[in-house]
């Protein structure tokens, strides 16, 4: 593409990032024989690291007023307090007397902060090149971290390397190198550096700081302890304090979040990135009068800081306003046109409202001005990816797969995705705005790269950003693993709620409506979760409704919480009616909040409906979660004699009667049955290969009772949808049995979740073709040609036998010829011929 980075060259870049990135600066943090003069920084350093900025003041006063290293530590803690002047005024007479000492990396840094980034550039070259050429740890450790602010992190490295070999303190190194491998997405060895720290000085603050850092988008509650730990050390520490704002902000708790940020302000009233989050905040409540002002402050103090327009950029698009997202992220490169990750971000917003080819110009920018950002090159390279999917269009629907998957895919993907836009639009009286791009990836770090630039998102089947949305293939994992046809569903459940909300509305409503629109287009598509939540009931371990928004960002919680919201979703419709959910959803749209909209379009509060939510739940998981009490205790299964006492005294028991009747099953006692009967009737809708159903359907086979096996496992796959071995195992009694019934239930659930089954489709074919069914059995024919049917002269013949009986001799004589292509002597390709050609049809 013309203007852009080619790949190849980002990828020789990234190859030469990586090779200098793995691993910490050294094995371990050890603190080293002090070389002489450096008693006094190594203190000073240690005593801010603690958090006793009045120890490190009492230091710098007892060197006097005209020592240089003593001015340098007053200005340090100036500028940790916000006066930048007073720092200015302190530093600039040493450095004009010392160009590149620890005054000039101060005054270059300070410069830095306050917009002028033009002045700091030499001074930071200058440290840069004196490092290069000295061997005093102290010079060492000064160019590393000026390398670092130039962009400089291969640099940066040996700097550090180097520092910590001279003698310099590892604490201190191996913290500066942590940022810098964070800045740079290389969280799991920016832990271990951090760790490295802690475990050599367990008051190291900043370290703390760090750790918490990189746990918060993976597991926030360890973030939230690390920070924790770093402010009791230092109380005053902005990084840990803004964390843990950006954390209280993800959970929707505003208050909380403001709180800390104004610790951050009351120690430091011109911190920027604390006036930036207040900004945001300010923004994404439609305060516009307090994110103004906020802006201006953070102005006042640094008149290119583009950032403040970022951060505002990332929280709106925390809350699905991605074009409003990708604007500030623009204005953030206006004010600042050298800020890469605002090029970034740009990138990343643009993806998501669909203009890729606006993201490829933002990220090549993004690109040129840091070759070293992971993201960024992820990104590029995904687009690069992308080239090798063709985009199918159906109205306002943009269908873009693989090229060696659309074939097949777009037969099933593009009717699915239009029943649903117009199922739901119709339910919710609401037609979103198109276009509306489905990206559908068949690599599943090629998906998570697409949504947040990193792969992971092992747990992620889809996402949807308004009018885009992506997800994984069928052939992205195991077939039996996930329904993508739920997901599809599920994701586009998210349009409608998104744009009929004006983007507004709460994760918490979002995905339980999209879970409980799963359930209701297929029942069976929103039973998996059952037995996982009625045991959580009866632990008393589900959560509170003021608490379910904060439970999506918690790994431990983010499914309970998914299923939760769907069934809040329910009562609310059972309670209020599709009207009262319909008017909840828009009243986000006027911008109120959780409390308002509840007030607004169904006159209650979150305490009235976790009363009424309560009872719902008791109505309809009680007698569940009675049966499950206990069900992790082990049972006395010493003998079959202990089970059958154990079943008779606890016939409401779950596990007895389960464990009873597993022992007799894998026994072959056909007396099994029995107990697995009411465990199947006690929890309904249990799953696995442990579950009653199926159980009692292996039971069945050991005993020859064919009719048994196939009712046990139909009602083993009405629940557990994503069972694809369950259902092949029903198509192969069924074929036996001559059951056109249940071949026809098993070939549906095989095609639906491992739609490049050729034999799968073949058979779908061949039951549509004898039921008169021709579109359908042409469908399944060329499904099964496409996905490299095993004997393909036959086909051909059954495609073309689907063609004849439509009447469509022409396409069918086709089939006929490539048949015989393959295997000239085979009959029944030449009687389709004879049939084609002039004969009749069959």
């Keep these: 593409m013309a203007g852009s980075v080619s790949s190849s060259a980002r990828l020789l870049l990234v190859v030469l990032v990586l090779l200098v990135s793995l691993g910490t600066t050294g094995s371990a943090v050890r603190r ?26 009492k230091l710098a006063s007892s060197r006097g007023a005209n020592d240089p290293a003593a001015a340098v530590l007053l200005a340090q803690l100036a500028i940790a307090r916000g006066q930048y002047r007073e720092a200015q005024a302190m530093l600039e007479p040493i450095v004009a007397r010392d160009p590149a000492g620890d005054a000039a990396l101060e005054l270059a840094l300070l410069y830095r902060t306050i917009g002028r980034a033009s002045d700091a550039q030499p001074m930071l070259l200058a440290i840069a090149r004196q490092g290069g050429a000295s061997s005093d740890p102290a ?84 973030a939230v302890a690390a920070a924790a730990k770093a402010l009791t050390i230092d109380p005053n520490l902005a990084e840990a304090h803004l964390l843990l704002a950006r954390l209280h902000l993800d959970d929707d708790h505003a208050a909380e979040a403001r709180a800390e940020i104004d610790k951050v302000l009351a120690f430091n009233p011109s911190q920027l990135d604390a006036h930036a989050l207040l900004a945001a905040m300010a923004y994404v409540k439609d305060d516009r009068a307090t994110y103004e002002k906020e802006a201006a402050a953070a102005l006042a103090v640094n008149p290119t800081y583009g950032e403040v327009y970022r951060i505002t950029g990332q929280q709106a698009a925390s809350h699905y306003r991605f074009d409003e997202a990708a604007t500030l992220a623009d204005k953030a490169l206006t004010l600042d046109p050298t800020n890469s990750r605002a090029a970034a971000d740009l990138g990343m917003h643009l993806l998501r409202t669909g203009d890729e080819a606006g993201a490829r110009r933002a990220l090549d920018r993004s690109w040129r001005a840091d070759p070293y950002d992971l993201v960024t090159f992820n990104l590029l390279k995904m687009l690069d990816n992308l080239e090798q999917f063709i985009t199918v269009k159906d109205g306002d629907v943009l269908l873009k797969m693989h090229r060696d998957e659309a074939p097949v895919l777009r037969e099933y993907a593009m009717p699915l995705a239009q029943e649903a836009l117009k199922t739901l639009a119709a339910k919710y009286g609401f037609t979103p705005t198109g276009p509306i791009l489905v990206e559908i990836f068949p690599n599943h770090d090629d998906f998570a790269v697409r949504n947040l630039g990193l792969p992971g998102m092992i747990g992620a089947l889809g996402a949807c950003f308004g009018r885009v949305v992506t997800m994984d293939s069928p052939t992205a994992r195991t077939p039996g693993t996930f329904s993508w046809q739920a997901t599809l569903w599920h994701e586009l459940a998210h349009v409608v709620t998104l744009q009929m909300s004006k983007q507004r509305i709460p994760r918490w409503l979002t995905e339980g409506i999209s879970v409980y629109e799963e359930g209701k287009q297929r029942p069976e598509w929103g039973r998996d979760m059952e037995v996982t939540f009625a045991r959580a009931m009866d632990r008393n371990k589900i959560l509170r409704l003021k608490d379910l928004n904060a439970g999506f960002t918690r790994p431990d919680t983010i499914s309970l919480a998914y299923y939760e919201a769907s069934l809040l979703v329910d009562h609310i419709v059972t309670t209020r009616g599709q009207q009262g959910l319909n008017a909840l959803v828009r009243s986000y749209g006027t911008g109120v909040d959780n409390d308002g909209a509840l007030k607004q379009a169904l006159n209650t509060d979150i305490a009235a409906l976790q ?54 099953a894998e026994a072959g006692d056909p007396s099994g049955f029995a107990p697995l009967q009411r465990a199947s009737v006690l929890v309904p809708n249990a799953i696995g290969t442990e579950s009653p159903h199926a159980l009692m359907a292996a039971l069945a086979e050991k005993l020859k009772d064919e009719p048994r096996a196939i009712k046990e496992y139909e009602a ?42 050729s034999s799968a489709h073949t058979g779908a074919g061949r039951l549509a073709l004898k039921r008169r069914d021709q579109p359908v059995a042409m469908r399944e024919f060329r499904a099964a040609l496409l996905t490299g049917a095993a004997d393909k ?50």
């Design 32 to 57: 080293p024989q002090a070389a002489p003069g450096a008693d006094f920084a190594r203190t000073a350093a240690t005593a801010i690291a603690h958090g006793k900025y009045d120890e490190a003041e």
């Design 793 to 842: 002269a036959a086909a051909h013949c059954d495609l073309g036998e689907s063609y004849l009986a439509a009447g469509m001799k022409a396409e069918a004589k086709k089939e006929a010829l490539a048949a015989l292509e393959i295997a000239p002597t085979f009959e029944r390709a030449q009687e389709l011929l004879l049939n084609a050609v002039g004969g009749t049809s069959r």
């Design 716 to 757: 083993l796959i009405s629940s557990d949808h994503t069972n694809v071995e369950a259902a092949r195992k029903l198509l192969a009694l069924a074929q036996a049995a001559g059951d056109d019934r249940a071949v026809a239930v098993a070939l549906d659930r095989v095609v639906a979740l491992d739609p490049f089954d």
């Design 139 to 222: 010079a060492l450790l000064r160019a590393g971290r000026a390398a670092r602010a130039l962009n400089r992190p291969r640099d940066a490295k040996a700097f550090y390397n180097d520092a910590e070999r001279a003698g310099g303190d590892s604490a201190t190194i191996n913290t500066a190198w942590g940022w810098l491998l964070l800045e740079k997405y290389n969280y799991s060895d920016a832990l271990k550096s951090f760790q490295s720290v802690v475990e050599a000085d367990a008051e190291w603050a900043p370290a703390y700081a760090g750790i918490a850092s990189v746990l918060e988008d993976d597991d926030p509650p360890k």
């Design 611 to 664: 009363v009424t939510f309560d009872k719902a739940l008791e109505e309809r998981f009680g007698t569940m979660r009675r049966a499950l009490h206990d069900s992790e205790k082990p049972v006395d299964a010493s003998s079959i004699d202990a089970l059958k006492t154990a079943s008779a005294a606890n016939p409401e028991s779950y596990i007895a009667q389960l464990a009873l009747g597993q022992a007799l």
